[in-house]
C-alpha cells in the first residue's frame, strides 16, 4: 500500500522525501509591511534592488515608504538587466561593495531577485566570479557561510525566486545560461502582493503563466522519488527528488488555477480579478518544483535562452536579443508531453483536465497528445511564439540546441522517462513548429 501507485517503491529506490519550506508572505497590500520585517531581520541600512522599469512603478514607492516609515536607512539600484549575465551581476556586486548594508531587498521579477542574490554573495565573500557558478561551467564552490539577510518582493509572478537558492544567468563569453545554486542564496523572506501584478504587460502575462504550468506539470510529471537511486546518506538527497505526494498537492492546484485564470489574465481588458490567483499559482507551483524539480522543458529551455541570435520579443525591453524565460520553456513543452505520455498517462491526463481540455471518452494513451494540444491551443489563444522556429531557430540549429542541453543531466535525469542523444534532438525537431 503506498499513497499513490506512482510511488510503489523500485528495488534500490529511495524510501523518503524531504520538504523544504520557504518562508513566504502572501496577500493583497502585504508590501506595505516590507519595513516591519526588514526591522525584524535587524536591517539598518538597505540595498533596493530593482530595475529601470520597475523603479518608476508603484511597488518600489510602497517598499520605499515602508522602510522609511520603520526607520531603515537604504539606497537603490535601479540598473538591473532583465535577463540578466554576468556583466549586469557584477555591476550590481560593484554597487553594494562600498554601501556599507546590512540587508538587501528586492522589488522586481526573477532577473531583479537573482541579481540581488548574486550581489550579496559575491559582496558577503568575494571571490572569482565563476567559483561559485554550477559545474561543470563554474567550480560549483558552496557558499562559505550565511549571507546578509535578504527580502525578495517579486513584481512578477512565474519564477518563484523569492522561494529558491537560485540565482540564474547568462554567461555572455560562452553563450550559456547558467546559475549559482545553494540553500544559503534563498531569500530569509519571500513578499507575495498580488498588488505588484497591476502593471504587468500582458506577454509577460503569458510568459510567466506558462512558466508557472510548466513548473507544476514537469514536477507533477517527474520521475517518482521512490525511482531515484537511494542517495549514499541523507544529506545528500537532491533538492530536486522527484515527483512526491507533497509536491502533486501544490503542482495540482497551480495547474488548475493557471487553467482557469490564464486566458483572461493574458485578453480581459480588465485582469485584476485573475492576478491573485495566479499568483499563487507561481507561489504553489514554486513550493511544488523547489521540493520535485522540473525536467525536459526547462532542461532544453536553458539552450533556446542561451543560443538566442536576434529574436527580441515584444513587450520586453530590448537592449540584448533574448528569448524569455517562459517563453523559452513553453515552446519545448508540448514536444515533450507527446513523448512522456506514456510514461505517466494518469497525470498527463489530469493535467490536460486541469488546463480546461475535455477528457471524457479519452484514452490513457492519448494523455500526452490531448495535454500537447491543450497546450498549443493556448499558446495560441496567448500570442506565444509558434515553436522554436517563433523564437528563430531553424533545423540547422538543432545539433547546437542538442549539444547545449545534453549535459543538463540533472534536469534530464528528473524526467518519467529516460532521453539519450537522439530522443533530445527529436524532441528539439518536433518542437520547431506547431501550427
Ligand atoms: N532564481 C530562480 O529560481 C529562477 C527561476 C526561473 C527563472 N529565473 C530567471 O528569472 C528571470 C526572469 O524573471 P521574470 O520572468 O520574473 O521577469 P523579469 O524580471 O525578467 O522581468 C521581465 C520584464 O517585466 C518588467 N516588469 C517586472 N515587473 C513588472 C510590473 N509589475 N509591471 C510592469 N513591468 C514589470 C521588467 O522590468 C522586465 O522588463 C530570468 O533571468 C530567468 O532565468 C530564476
Ligand atoms: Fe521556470
Redesign the pocket.
Known sequence: MTLDPYFEPAPGGDGAFTVEAPKIKFGLGSLSELGDDAKALGMTRVALYT????VK?A?VETAKKSLKAAGIDFAVYDATE???TDRSFKAGTAFAKDGNFDGYVSV???????TA?ASNLYTTYPDDFLAYVNAPIGEAKPVPGPLKPHIAC????????E??G?????LLEMEA?T?IAHARLRPNLGIIDPL??????RM?VA??GF?VFSHAVESLTARPFSHRPAPENSNKRPLGQGANPYSDLACREAIRLVGENLIAAVNDADNTPTLEPLMFAGMLAGIGFGNAGCHLPHGMSYAV?GLVRDYNAPG??SNHPMV???ISVIVNAPAVFRMTGPACPERHLQAAEAMGADITGVALEDAGDLLADRVIEMMRQTDIPNGLQGVGYSQDDLEALTDKSFPQKRLLDNAPLAVGRDQLKGLFQDALSYW
Request: hydrophobic share 35%.
Open positions: 530595475d529601470p522599469t520597475v512603478l511597488p532583465v535577463e540578466p522586481g521579477g526573477g532577473s531583479v531577485m537573482d542574490k517579486p513584481t512578477t509572478f512565474g519564477t518563484a525566486s522561494c529558491t537560485i540565482a540564474i544567468f547568462d545560461k546559475g505588484s501584478l497591476a502593471t504587468l504587460p509577460i510568459a510567466n512558466d535562452a520586453w525591453p524569455p524565460h517562459g
